[in-house]
């Protein structure tokens, strides 16, 4: 396999203009489109899956064009374990949360306690704030499974 | 091993399209999935969540345990691949 | 009565699980007390969820405060506390021999390990928790993907083993998945008792026996039952001794209380789920499976791989009970999960004890090892004896229970072989006992000189062991008190 | 033979579904070399989706998605709008389908690492002659 990937090094030149520009360009205006798949979920086929996905696939791209180490520097691998763990623990402490505050587990309405708007406005914000979590989730994993499969676990440099 | 595995498939096949005699027609409105539980969900979602879009009142409310524990499998996958790889045992 | 207390009993688990892969990632020495922090926390807690339910009765929970057949339920009763209390408290047990194991074997992913390891628990705690047929696919789900992991990350041929296991487990749970979703069909719900309602009416139709062959055999495959076992000795072996204390005694042993609770769900007068061909059928597998595994443990030369096989003569016990379809039998079963995930606890601990410090389970290793760690083994004996039934201890009990069954069924082929596994696991350890005692008095000379030193297990697995010998005891002298306050409580009058 | 026809016609969706969990199926327990076993599994699992998906449509049946206002003061016909229950329980499906992906290709990589091959066959051989 180490073979076969210092073969492909050899004939492919290290960097490539057309490639860099078009992912340089690419790459925000997938995220934003990452970001508007999850916070439009209530409106519109999408949600934190969906989102988190094509979020994490944006970093994907830019690992594919610029290489592992440079997808490194713009999301480091202790933020981007930071961001998995966040995410469900946005999760499961929102639903933990609610059980405390004297509700059910994950009675989004129990929140009114903390900001006392009407409990059905909270079904739909809480159901937000979960979407947002996990979106985070989806992504920060996404990108550690790609990470580890195309470098081996070497987290060095891959495909 | 191979005729074993294909009649095992064929069996399984075979009593999996048995099965769906007793259903109702593809996309017939009247079949008990259409008519039982999901019409709460499409009639009183939005009153109860104030979400327009049902997929996400269901998957986010009304059936969130089931979507935490969707992203607790996705976080073990990713952990758990973590720990197969990242070793420096056995080079 | 409002009470999110069982609640807090997974939380507990599940919200250290991050925590842990948060902070153990740069600081190795906080992972322990979380760890124990965490399991402590919810084995207090299960036993004031248990005392509550014996007292107040069911509790009738849905997350996110829906009413049942819309959002998903789960259901507190005496029988999923007394669950419940079970996986807390044999994890509980059973971390304290997994942290000096983890240390030792993968000092750089302890973080990684026991995340899994915290999941793994809480997904245990949901599957006895739910009463939501999607919502059990999700937690076995969970419950397989961290095992996945936890297998692969041990040595040797141990990632093939989970690759094995990954496509039988894929297979199981699909299986289920089409299952559950043939009874969506027919019956557009999900929530099992509510299923269990439009069940009379269905009766005879070829797309509910499908349905019920599949969840059946799904979760068959799960809790590798007799020919569909293949998976489990192998990855049960190879499994890291950390991983394998806690998946052997529970994973099984949970697959076979959903069955129960599935069988007693659906059941009712209108709708006889356990009809009569097929009981012979189930009962004669699990007697010819318990015959199989107990004759192929003879032929094992590993302590642990022996184990795994009694592991899969022990389901064939418990299903063949429950199918059973009476009284004695069901009662048999449910007190069997219990006494046999303590069982299984006390073998697993004295085999990772023995491996610990000899490094090896072959069984020419084992001799002279009652000189060499004399504690050890006298609590390995226990748990022997328990396992072959001996009777003050609890393995006896519940075979006593399930013996009886099978007289009053007349199902003689399951009393035989319930009588054949108990003489062919008295065979068993003996010989492991007899090896350990008088092994090294037939050793050359030097060698016995070497081995005659005392190199006792460390304080760390020690302690687990000795409190779950001590349980076996104690379990098994409380039998009565068990079953009359418990599990007769769960079985229908005139089932 | 024209009722098995029109059996067929007035079910589709379950014979394609069985079809390709067939090949999945088979793909899973036949095959001796891993890649294909999960591949099998994929499909396997994809077969599962669409009956799942195929339960929940209606004849002209428009997305879940409704109008707000109208929908609060329930002016919502329920046979225009499809069942939402079973894509919720798909997405979730889908999930854990792409996390056991991973962590079989994850294991698959160890795996070749350690033995250089992926025939099951081979492993074994290599694994006996140690």
Same mark, same amino acid.
């Given at each position: 396999m180490r073979i076969s990937l210092q073969e492909t090094r050899e004939r492919i030149p290290q960097r490539d203009t057309i490639l860099e520009t078009t992912v340089r360009l690419m790459v925000p205006f997938i995220q934003l489109y990452g970001l508007y798949v999850i916070v439009h979920g209530?409106?519109?086929?999408?949600?934190?899956?969906?989102?988190?996905?094509?979020?994490?696939?944006?970093?994907?791209?830019?690992?594919?064009?610029?290489?592992?180490?440079?997808?490194?520097?713009?999301?480091?691998?202790?933020?981007?374990?930071?961001?998995a763990n966040a995410g469900a623990l946005i999760f499961t402490g929102i639903a933990t949360l609610c059980a405390l505050l004297g509700g059910m587990f994950l009675d989004y309405s129990a929140l009114a306690k903390i900001l006392p708007i009407d409990p059905i406005s909270w079904r739909s914000h809480g159901i937000f704030l979960v979407e947002v979590g996990v979106g985070m989730g989806v992504m920060a994993i996404m990108v550690s499974i790609y990470w580890d499969m195309a470098s081996g676990g070497r987290l060095d440099e891959g495909l | 091993m191979k005729p074993l595995a294909l009649l095992a498939t064929l069996i399984t096949g075979a009593l999996l399209l048995y099965g769906t005699a007793d259903f109702a027609a593809w996309g017939d409105p009247q079949s008990p999935p259409n008519r039982n539980i999901s019409v709460r969900y499409v009639e009183e979602a939005v009153k109860e969540t104030h979400v327009p879009n049902i997929v996400t009142a269901v998957l986010g409310d009304y059936r969130g345990y089931d979507t935490m524990f969707e992203l607790v499998v996705i976080y073990s996958a990713g952990m758990a691949v973590m720990g197969i790889l990242r070793r420096r045992d056995d080079q | 009565m409002k009470s999110n207390l069982h609640m807090y009993v997974m939380a507990a688990p599940l919200?250290?699980? #991050?925590?842990?892969n948060i902070f153990g990632r740069t600081r190795r020495k906080v992972i322990a007390p979380m760890v124990l922090g965490a399991l402590g926390l919810s084995s207090l807690l299960a036993i004031v969820v248990l005392k509550r339910t014996l007292v107040s009765g069911d509790?009738?929970?849905?997350?996110?405060?829906?009413?049942?057949?819309?959002?998903?339920?789960?259901?507190?009763?005496?029988?999923?506390?007394?669950?419940?209390?079970? /996986? *807390?408290?044999?994890?509980?047990?059973?971390? #304290?021999? *997994?942290?000096?194991?983890?240390?030792?074997?993968?000092?750089d992913r302890q973080h990684i390990f026991f995340t899994l390891y915290l999941i793994l628990i809480a997904g245990l705690m949901g599957l006895v928790l739910t009463a939501d047929a999607f919502n059990l696919y999700v937690m076995l789900e969970i419950t397989s993907i961290t095992t996945y992991g936890l297998i692969a990350l041990g040595r040797g041929r141990a990632p093939l083993s989970s690759f094995n296991y990954i496509i039988m487990g894929s297979v199981a749970a699909s299986f289920y998945l089409l299952g559950v979703g043939y009874l969506y069909l027919l019956t557009g719900t999900l929530n099992m008792a509510d299923i269990a309602r439009y069940l009379p009416a269905l009766q005879g139709s070829a797309a509910l026996s499908t349905a019920l062959a599949f969840i059946l055999i799904g979760l068959w495959i799960k809790m590798a039952f007799f020919p569909l076992h293949g998976w489990l000795p192998r990855a049960y072996t190879d499994a890291p001794d950390g991983a394998g204390v806690l998946i052997a005694p529970l994973m099984t042993k949970v697959t076979i209380y959903l069955m129960v609770r599935l069988m007693l769900t659906f059941q009712s007068p209108e709708f006889p789920l356990i009809s009569m061909d097929v009981r012979t059928l189930v009962i004669w597998a699990a007697s010819i499976g318990i015959v199989c595994a107990s004759s192929l443990a003879l032929a094992q030369r590993n302590l642990k791989q022996m184990l795994t096989y009694i592991i899969i003569a022990e389901v064939g016990y418990m299903v063949g009970g429950a199918w059973l379809a009476n009284d004695q039998g069901m009662t048999g079963t449910l007190l069997h999960i219990v006494n046999d995930a303590l069982m299984t606890l006390c073998l697993f601990l004295a085999a990772v004890a023995i491996a610990y410090r000899t490094g090896s389970l072959h069984f020419d290793n084992l001799k002279g090892l009652y000189r060499r760690m004399p504690w050890t083994m006298a609590f390995f004996t226990i748990g022997a004896f328990a396992m072959i039934g001996v009777p003050p201890?609890?393995? #006896?009990?519940?075979?006593?229970?399930?013996?009886?069954?099978? /007289?009053?069924?007349?199902?003689?082929?399951?009393?035989?072989?319930? /009588?054949?596994?108990?003489?062919?696991?008295?065979?068993?350890?003996?010989?492991?006992?007899?090896?350990?005692?008088?092994?090294?008095?037939?050793?050359?000379e030097h060698h016995a000189h070497a081995s005659a030193e005392r190199h006792e297990a460390p304080w760390w697995i020690l302690s687990p062991l000795a409190l779950t010998a001590v349980l076996l005891i104690v379990v098994g002298l409380s039998t009565g008190p068990l079953v009359h306050n418990i599990i007769r409580l769960m079985i229908p009058v005139g089932f | 033979m024209e009722s098995l026809l029109d059996h067929i016609i007035a079910k589709y969706n379950y014979w394609i579904y069985v079809v390709l969990m067939m090949i999945g199926f088979y793909a899973m327990i036949g095959k001796r070399n891993l890649v294909k076993k999960l591949l099998g599994m994929n499909i396997f699992q994809t077969a599962i989706i669409l009956f799942f998906v195929s339960t929940g449509a209606k004849k002209g049946g428009s997305i879940p998605i409704l109008d707000k206002y109208a929908a609060l003061q329930g002016q919502v016909d329920v046979n225009q709008v499809v069942n939402p229950l079973p894509h919720v329980l798909m997405l979730t499906a889908i999930v854990v389908g792409v996390s056991v992906t991973g962590v079989a290709l994850a294991v698959m990589q160890r795996i070749y690492r350690k033995y250089g091959t992926l025939e099951e066959d081979e492993i074994l051989e290599k694994i006996e002659n140690e």
């Open positions: 209530h409106y519109s086929p999408g949600g934190g899956f969906q989102g988190g996905v094509v979020l994490g696939a944006s970093i994907i791209l830019f690992a594919l064009a610029f290489g592992m180490p440079a997808s490194k520097h713009y999301l480091s691998e202790g933020t981007d374990i930071l961001l | - | 919200l250290t699980a #991050f925590l842990v509790l009738s929970y849905t997350a996110g405060a829906w009413t049942p057949p819309w959002g998903i339920e789960l259901l507190v009763d005496p029988l999923s506390a007394l669950m419940l209390l079970l /996986i *807390a408290a044999v994890s509980f047990i059973a971390t #304290f021999a *997994a942290l000096p194991c983890v240390e030792r074997d993968l000092q201890t609890c393995g #006896f009990y519940s075979k006593w229970y399930l013996l009886l069954g099978g /007289i009053e069924a007349g199902q003689w082929e399951f009393v035989v072989a319930l /009588i054949f596994s108990s003489l062919v696991n008295a065979v068993l350890f003996f010989r492991i006992i007899e090896l350990a005692y008088f092994g090294s008095l037939q050793d050359s | -």
